[in-house]
T-cell receptor, first 115, second 111 residues
């Protein structure tokens, strides 16, 4: 069964450093998403992406964040200058279509720790 | 705005017990409702979904019915197993792009 994959599974970085989290969505999916889950809190939407453009973003997704589809298979989330509060589990998701009723399929997550 | 409220955990049951995890929602429009499960050390997996009122989603012995009159989508299973131990998230499709999740309920099953 096709699945979303993410690398790395864990990342430790120093405050102020740049990190890039990588995702390979399901191959025939066209819509891509990032979510995060701070330890003990809800899973929160960050951004959605389609046709090389951001479709929707939350207030969390400020200028420190960016997303990119650098090639035909990868989808990345970059945090330019990490803060302590960026420590969280980051989930990538993808879907074939979009809409209120569409199912998003999630990857296993990358656990980011900012020291 | 749209939101999801689910019962707080942790929930601890004995094997073969009946499970209910309550979930209520607030939404405009007619979103799909989902239950996702997160097993220890793994990502979010779709457990079941329902797309309209009175639909019942089911998978692996779990069921949930989309109740518009009570704005609920409670998760039930008749006989839980140790392997069901996980965190369960109720969620709804909030916009064309976004899923809103509840806070999660941790379930532990004793042998």
């Amino acid at each position: 069964e096709p699945e979303v994959t993410q690398t790395p599974s864990h990342q430790v970085t120093q405050m102020g450093q740049e990190v890039i989290l990588r995702c390979v969505p399901i191959s025939n999916h066209l819509y891509f998403y990032w979510y995060r889950q701070i330890l003990g809190q809800k899973v929160e939407f960050l951004v959605s992406f389609y046709n090389n453009e951001i479709s929707e973003k939350s207030e969390i997704f400020d200028d420190q964040f960016s997303v990119e589809r650098p090639d035909g298979s990868n989808f990345t989330l970059k945090i330019r200058s990490t803060k302590l509060e960026d420590s969280a589990m980051y989930f990538c998701a993808s879907s074939e279509m979009t809409g209120l009723q569409e199912t998003q399929y999630f990857g296993p997550g990358t656990r980011l720790l900012v020291l | 705005g749209n939101s999801v409220t689910q019962m707080e955990g942790p929930v601890t049951l004995s094997e073969e017990a009946f499970l209910t995890i309550n979930c209520t929602y607030t939404a405009t429009g007619y979103p799909s409702l989902f239950w996702y499960v997160q097993y220890p050390g793994e990502g979010l997996q779709l457990l079941l979904k329902a797309t309209k009122a009175d639909d019942k989603g089911s998978n692996k012995g779990f069921e949930a019915t989309y109740r518009k009159e009570t704005t609920s989508f409670h998760l039930e299973k008749g006989s839980v197993q140790v392997s069901d131990s996980a965190v369960y998230f109720c969620a709804l499709g909030s916009s064309a792009s976004k899923i809103i999740f509840g806070s999660g309920t941790r379930l532990s099953i004793r042998p």
